[in-house]
């Protein structure tokens, strides 16, 4: 029963990478492995919150595992973003963060500008525009030929390096929680 399942779902993830991957050059993803799940500062609740993603992470770091191979084999890239990075409390309209934002809340006002978001759909795009800061900064994003990646020393990022080339279609963003 546990195989079966098991297959099921890398079925699943190999069908969602593949579609992925062939209908963008840049995937961003929140990277879930980054941090240790817990910090003494958070509270309990967080904590089992942090439990219940670390048991889903099996499953995620598959899925960035085939996105990361699958984008590298067409000359694509994943973009990790840090999980800490605040994509569900940032409105990504006026880039007002709020302070709280309990799992429960699908959608929510900014009180800043007023827009109206839904979790997901907003994190998304604050995910995206973060993917792209990203390869900005990195410096290996765009070369005029499409082939070069030349990584510069500092900042450390968290890119799986492979060519991309300027006339890159949109790029596309996925998100779990
Ligand atoms: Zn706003």
Known sequence: MYERISNTRQD?????STKLVNENQ??????????GMVSASRTLRERNHN???SISDAGWGSFTNFLAYKLKRKGGKLV???????????CSNCYHQVDE??????EWTCPHCGTHHDRDGNAATNIRAEGIRMLKTDGTAVSASGGEVRPRGGRKSNLRHSPVRLEAPPSGSARVG
Not at 26 to 35: S, T, Y
């Open 12 to 16: 699943f993830l190999h069908k969602l």
């Open 51 to 53: 439990m219940s993603r």
């Open 80 to 90: 990790e973003i840090d999980r800490w990075f605040p994509s569900s409390k940032l």
């Open 101 to 106: 934002m309990s799992l429960d809340v699908r």
């Open 26 to 35: 840049v995937v961003v993803v929140e990277n879930l492995h980054v941090k």
